[in-house]
């Protein structure tokens, strides 16, 4: 199971258990205090693979590229299970040719505040189950990209453009 590590700060002013904790947090999300959310904010999509350094950060980047040509008010992040540099140097000289770098943004691990915040959670792994499963888009499927660039890179373009243009339609 992957370890999710909750600002404090953010959540409580007193010491709670982990599991009072993730409550609270999943009943404030469930109960509309999700920022992003709420009636006027632009969408916030989270993109979360397993090491945040390969899948949902080039998601982010190619999402954030599309977002801007089409000059839409929405935003994306990214966030790792475990993190750990998962790019080998091949996967970097494809990505470096198709002009994306996912290391603009240090990867980070994903925080219970970062779902709070997120209108769609992208998962490219599966997710704790404190993530309230009202927000995700299961990705899971989607191919090595390492393994089989050209198809991988196919697919997640398709399935970009289409969350693209279902939260252009929100927005």
């Known amino acids: 199971m992957p370890v999710i590590h909750p600002d404090l700060s953010e959540l409580t002013g007193t010491t709670m258990s982990r599991r009072a904790l993730l409550g609270s947090a999943l009943a404030a999300s469930l109960a509309g205090g999700c920022a992003s959310a709420r009636r006027g904010q632009a969408p916030l999509v989270l993109f979360v693979c397993q090491y945040g350094t390969a899948k ?5 980047e190619l999402f954030r590229r599309r977002v801007r040509q089409r000059h839409l008010a929405i935003a994306a992040f990214s966030r ?3 993190i750990e540099d998962h790019l080998t140097p091949d ?6 040719a198709d002009g ?5 943004e240090p990867a980070q691990v994903l925080q219970v ?3 709070q915040r997120a209108s769609i959670v992208v998962a ?6 404190e993530v309230p499963r009202a927000k995700v888009r299961d990705w899971t499927d989607l191919p090595s990209i390492t393994d089989d660039y050209a198809n991988t890179r196919a697919i997640l373009d398709r399935r970009l453009e289409a969350l693209i243009d279902e939260l252009a339609g929100r927005a």
Request: hydrophobic share 50%; aromatic share 8%; charged share 20%.
């Open 113 to 115: 505040r970062d779902w």
């Open 91 to 96: 996967l970097r000289q494809r990505l470096a």
């Open 100 to 104: 994306v770098d996912p290391a603009v």
């Open 80 to 82: 790792g299970l475990t």
């Open 124 to 129: 490219f792994n599966p997710l704790p189950l």
């Open 56 to 60: 949902s950060a080039i998601a982010r």
